[in-house]
């Protein structure tokens, strides 16, 4: 069992950036792959970023590409999202995933992430 607690969402404004932290519980977090998912209002949710067990290997949606960077800590149990020069476009739900245990690659499906957070709220004026 991995329970995930996304922190440092918020109110911004064009152009400014913030950093998404997501705790993981448990022992297994350093085998699983993780992932960063949003839902927009009215939108479905769609995949944002993601990192595999090995932290070299790294994916983003196109719109996050140069942007966002995804990080882990498996001493810390931890991924971040970094992400600048926000747009309001980014305005969304950020969801922080965990991905089935000893998955060998990150993954950009929702299907492949067993464990979920709450999700953090990220505002973007412009």
């Known amino acids: 069992q991995v329970q995930l607690a996304e922190t440092g969402g918020g109110l911004v404004q064009a152009g400014d950036s913030l950093r998404l932290s997501c705790a993981a519980s448990g022992r297994t977090f350093s085998n699983r792959a993780m992932g960063w998912f949003r839902q927009a209002p009215g939108k479905g949710r769609e995949f944002v970023a993601a990192?595999?067990?090995?932290?070299?290997?790294?994916g983003y949606t196109e719109s996050a590409k140069g942007r966002f960077t995804v990080s882990r800590d498996n001493a810390k149990n931890t991924v971040d999202l970094q992400m600048n020069s926000l747009k309001p476009e980014d305005t969304a739900v950020y969801y922080c995933a965990a991905a089935r245990a000893y998955s060998s690659y990150y993954s950009i499906w929702e299907y492949d992430y067993e464990y979920w957070g709450p999700g953090t709220q990220v505002t973007v004026s412009s």
């Open positions: 990192i595999s067990r090995d932290p070299n290997n790294t």
